[in-house]
């Protein structure tokens, strides 16, 4: 079973900036894609930015240019750096990763979540 724990929420003036920070625990053997997803009150949740294991990114439009994810895979670390915020950004942010461990049947690759960390922007 892997677990993530993430952290680094609050609240903000926008125009400010953020980290957020993801830990993955459990017998990982690798972890294939790290990223965050968010969701808005109302709103379905969305992909914000992910990072593969070959450092290639994906960042949803709304944050290009202000958001960058940094990933350390010795670790299972996640991190996003938010600039510029403003008030979209306020929703709850979930980190998420694509996890191998293994078990009895062999290698077994999944999806996971952390508990999820609220994002306030004030304007």
């Known amino acids: 079973q892997v677990q993530l724990v993430d952290s680094g929420g609050g609240l903000v003036q926008a125009g400010g900036s953020l980290t957020l920070s993801c830990a993955a625990s459990?017998?990982?053997?690798?972890?294939?894609?790290m990223g965050w997803y968010r969701q808005a009150s109302g709103k379905q949740r969305e992909l914000v930015a992910s990072?593969?294991?070959?450092?290639?990114?994906n960042y949803a439009d709304s944050v290009k240019g202000r958001f960058t994810v940094s990933r350390d895979n010795a670790r299972n670390t996640v991190h996003l750096q938010m600039d510029s915020l403003n008030s979209e950004d306020t929703a709850v942010y979930y980190c998420n990763a694509n996890a191998c461990t293994l078990n009895y049947y062999g290698l077994t690759c999944d999806w996971y979540w952390g508990q999820g960390a609220q994002v306030t922007v004030s304007s």
């Open positions: 990072m593969s294991t070959d450092d290639s990114s």
């Open positions: 459990g017998n990982i053997v690798r972890i294939d894609v």
